[in-house]
């Protein structure tokens, strides 16, 4: 196995942004997909069947639907940055769901991949921005996937990790500072580890 060493910084959150109207054409996308499928060619999660399962809403709408539900939304404004990275909420797949948490990897703006994460006892009252939470890279970021990194709700102190990597990934492993450690087991070309403290670094075991 070959290791990959990932350094990580603090993630942000679009969540809390409000960024991105990313709705696409069907036709849109099967121009994209022949001009530049091979980019994505170590993401075969991304070719799982659809649809997301993610409504795309007006913030009209959003605000009607978060007095009502806890379903995943994604509001379609404009990014509040023109520097922004958001997920092309059209081609995102459902990969992982763990209890009540429902990950997704989709493409990015910017030919990168994005990793989606909506846990449905925080999404209530979301009115004013999605009820999901999303990470995004660009294309020179694409060997490295993309993460999301969060206060753990199930644990006082804790973190989780949610991320997207490409097929060769086999297993992640999430270090504290203090050197313990917590690996998990690639799936659909995601994971997801929670641990108990705040997270210093990431690894990767490729094939």
Same mark, same amino acid.
């Given at each position: 196995?070959?290791?990959?060493?990932?350094?990580?910084?603090?993630?942000?959150?679009?969540?809390?942004?409000?960024? +991105?109207?990313? %709705?696409?054409?069907?036709?849109?996308?099967?121009?994209?997909?022949?001009?530049?499928?091979?980019?994505?060619?170590?993401?075969?999660?991304?070719?799982? #069947?659809? #649809?997301? +399962?993610?409504?795309?809403?007006?913030?009209?709408?959003?605000?009607?639907?978060?007095?009502?539900?806890?379903?995943?939304?994604?509001?379609?404004?404009?990014? %509040?940055? #023109?520097?922004?990275?958001?997920?092309?909420?059209?081609?995102?797949? =459902?990969?992982?769901?763990?209890?009540?948490?429902?990950?997704?990897?989709?493409?990015?703006?910017?030919?990168?991949?994005?990793?989606?994460?909506?846990?449905?006892?925080?999404?209530?009252?979301?009115?004013?921005?999605?009820?999901?939470?999303?990470?995004?890279?660009?294309?020179? =970021?694409?060997?490295?996937?993309?993460?999301?990194? =969060?206060?753990?709700?199930?644990?006082?102190?804790?973190?989780?990790?949610?991320?997207?990597? #490409?097929?060769?990934?086999? %297993?992640?492993?999430?270090?504290?500072?203090?050197?313990?450690?917590?690996?998990?087991?690639?799936?659909?070309?995601?994971?997801?580890?929670?641990?108990?403290?705040?997270?210093?670094?990431?690894?990767?075991?490729?094939?």
């Amino acid at each position: 196995m070959r290791l990959m060493l990932l350094f990580v910084a603090s993630a942000v959150s679009l969540l809390a942004v409000g960024c +991105g109207d990313t %709705q696409r054409s069907a036709g849109h996308f099967s121009d994209l997909h022949a001009a530049v499928g091979s980019i994505y060619a170590d993401y075969s999660a991304l070719t799982r #069947p659809g #649809p997301s +399962g993610i409504a795309v809403v007006s913030l009209k709408q959003a605000r009607a639907v978060a007095t009502t539900t806890t379903a995943p939304i994604w509001v379609a404004v404009a990014p %509040q940055s #023109p520097q922004a990275i958001v997920p092309e909420i059209a081609s995102a797949r =459902e990969v992982r769901h763990e209890q009540t948490t429902r990950i997704w990897i989709a493409e990015s703006s910017r030919g990168g991949v994005c990793v989606l994460v909506f846990h449905p006892e925080a999404a209530r009252g979301s009115a004013h921005y999605h009820s999901i939470g999303a990470a995004c890279g660009s294309a020179d =970021e694409l060997k490295k996937g993309a993460v999301l990194m =969060e206060h753990s709700a199930r644990s006082a102190g804790g973190w989780a990790a949610f991320g997207v990597v #490409p097929s060769a990934v086999t %297993q992640v492993t999430v270090w504290l500072a203090d050197g313990r450690r917590r690996t998990g087991r690639v799936t659909n070309n995601s994971y997801s580890i929670s641990v108990p403290g705040r997270i210093a670094r990431i690894t990767f075991a490729r094939t």
